[in-house]
């Protein structure tokens, strides 16, 4: 069998030495358009987990890139004077182009023939192999030769970022946010075991116009990138290798597959780079492919749908956590009051990927000092050990919930047990768990029927009423309007938002500006909280509007309820327990009633 790999980063080199070493294929031929010592970037991240498949895969590879790299489990994070370090996932880091050689090496010593400097423009030339491993990067001539079936759509980020390096050695990564006159640049820095860091910076659009990087050649680009960054350079240079400032390319195909060919990495999918996933991402590709056509070596087809079926669900997870990664550095100025370890906590847990008992897990110092500073918050007093985020009280208006959970069944316990009446005119009485219940109700006719829905409301035991806005805002505010009037001042009003009619790839509602306008118009009119569905719609009004949010984000236990509210993304969160019966509480259980 022959295979013809275009491409020879890691994805394709790694291809084409588990090809051979598997006996796949007895011809094995890899095309790079580069010199085999020239290569674009400067280091390459591996966060936890990520070389995990290579060790199985090729133990001795793994070892040198072990070797070769450098590993630190700290994330140092700078902003407006302060510094905080939190110890969380182990990442590895080794130079690219020290990859490139360990896998060149082995590529040449299993026996795949590699080619330099050797640009394909088509792919006219490589009709003679069994196989065609498009491996070429986000701008795939393979994928080009056959856009009508693989289908790839592209959507640029509106941000811009520079690849560079710096001769200073941080030992972290390190992630700077500097507020400059013209908005803010943030840089996020990494070492790779050599005497160079890696140093990416991004910008807004505004801030990099402003600035007047947008005109500004490559040379001159790194000076005034010094000028921003100087106090975490210490005085050490920024280095270049012909990166141009560009935007990310989030790149998505319908297959990955067609014929003969199939598409890995880059060439199939991106994942952006604040997650470090995209060498991850190519890597297992090879990994899983290679391992598939060894699996199935008599039907080709049936080997590369099993390895777009295998990859896909995995590929659209990374991609998912990585936009909304960026999401949270694009959206950065919503948090520019935190205090300095709610910042570090949030950029921590960003891609929601990582929970509140992660970082207890992996830094516990840093989280009971968190745990903390969250209650004494929260409470008004100083406590020096306190439960975790979902058990500190919250103020909405004049009520004060002894807990951040919110039930939908009763649950006794819940901070606030919301009940959703199926007859207005004959209420359930409240739930009897000790603590507040809410009683959820639709807009009404006029102003009698709220004064008859108080009266009952009062008699039942509620202490709060969340009126659903609907569709029709304008209603909904007359009738918010006309429930404050006849609900008693000293107990709260929340208004329940329709879900978003349409989000982006990374659950951001594409109205949300029209929807912070909206709540700061709902708190004017007597709302004292929102109950929204969907973290990101949350974030926004929470940090926009600056309104107490209730969010229904489908949270399954505690710990989702947790790094909801201690990231700040919401006050309080719906918890539906997967368990019937109990839910784990610091002191004794969180019962469910049947």
């Known amino acids: 069998m ?60 793994h070892a040198a890139v072990v070797a070769a790299g450098t590993t630190w489990t700290h994330v140092d994070v700078r902003h407006q004077g302060f510094r905080r370090r939190v110890n969380g996932n182990r990442f590895h880091g080794i130079a690219r182009a020290t990859l490139l050689g360990i896998l060149q090496r082995a590529a040449a010593e299993a026996g795949a023939r590699l080619t330099f400097g050797h640009a394909v423009e088509s792919l006219d030339a490589h009709e003679g192999a069994d196989l065609i491993v498009g491996a070429d990067g986000v701008r795939s001539v393979v994928r080009e030769a056959h856009r009508d079936r693989f289908l790839p759509e592209v959507k640029e980020s509106e941000f811009v970022y520079a690849w560079f390096g710096t001769e200073r050695v941080f030992d972290d990564f390190t992630y700077v946010f500097r507020d400059t006159p013209w908005g803010i640049f943030r840089a996020y820095v990494y070492p790779s075991g050599q005497p160079w860091s890696s140093l990416i910076v991004h910008a807004s659009p505004e801030a990099w116009e402003k600035s007047g990087l947008s005109g500004m050649d490559e040379a001159a680009s790194a000076r005034l990138c010094e000028q921003i960054f100087a106090q975490d350079l210490e005085g050490a240079p920024i280095l270049s290798k012909g990166s141009p400032w560009m935007r990310f390319p989030h790149l998505s195909c319908a ?60 590929v659209r997870k990374f991609q998912t956590a990585a936009r909304r990664s960026e999401r949270y550095f694009e959206k950065m100025p919503r ?48 406590v020096e050990v306190a439960p975790s985020p979902a058990f500190a009280p919250l103020r909405v208006g004049p009520l004060v919930l002894p807990n951040r959970i919110v039930s939908l069944t009763g649950a006794r316990g819940a901070g606030l047990s919301l009940v959703t009446a199926s007859d207005l005119h004959n209420l359930p ?34 202490a709060m009423v969340v009126m659903d806005l609907g569709h029709d805002t304008e209603a909904g505010l007359t009738a918010l309007k006309g429930l404050r009037g006849h609900w008693p001042a000293d107990r709260p009003v929340a208004v329940a938002l329709p879900a978003p009619r349409a989000t982006d790839d990374a659950g951001e509602a594409l109205d949300a500006a029209e929807l912070v306008e909206l709540a700061g118009r709902l708190a004017t009119a007597g709302s004292d909280a929102l109950l929204v569905d969907g973290v990101p ?40 327990p997967m368990a019937p019966k109990l839910v784990e509480r610091e002191s004794g259980v969180l019962e469910q009633e049947d």
């Open 335 to 382: 948090y520019l009051d935190f205090e300095p370890d709610q910042f570090a906590y949030q950029l921590t847990a960003r891609s929601w990927k990582i929970t509140h008992s992660d970082i207890a897990r992996r830094d516990p110092e840093f989280i009971a000092r968190y745990d903390g500073w969250f209650h004494s918050r929260a409470a008004g007093t100083p």
């Open 255 to 314: 297959t990955w597959h067609h014929d003969n060919i199939v598409l890995i990495g880059d060439a199939a999918h991106t994942a952006h780079w604040s997650i470090g996933s995209g060498t991850r991402l190519a890597v297992e590709d090879a990994i899983v492919l290679a391992g598939e056509l060894a699996t199935r070596q008599d039907t080709l087809t049936g080997a590369l749908a099993r390895f777009e079926e295998v990859r896909r669900p995995q």
């Open 429 to 462: 009485a409240a739930p009897d768990g000790g603590n507040p219940a809410g009683l959820r109700v639709p807009v009404l006719d006029g102003p009698e029927e709220y004064s008859g829905l108080a009266e009952r409301a009062l008699a039942a035991g509620y």
């Open 2 to 61: 022959r295979v013809d790999i275009i491409g020879g980063g890691p994805g394709g080199l790694l291809t084409a030495v588990l090809l051979r070493r598997l006996g796949v294929a007895d011809d094995v031929r890899v095309f790079e358009r580069h010199e085999a010592d020239t290569t674009y970037g400067w280091g390459v991240v591996f966060p936890e987990g990520a070389l995990d498949q290579l060790a199985k895969a090729a133990p001795d590879i």
């Open 537 to 576: 719609l949350a974030d926004a009004l929470r940090n926009e509007a600056r309104i107490t949010v209730l969010v229904d984000a489908a949270s399954r236990s505690r710990d989702d309820v947790d790094t909801v509210v201690a990231a700040g993304w919401a006050d309080a969160c719906v918890l539906h």
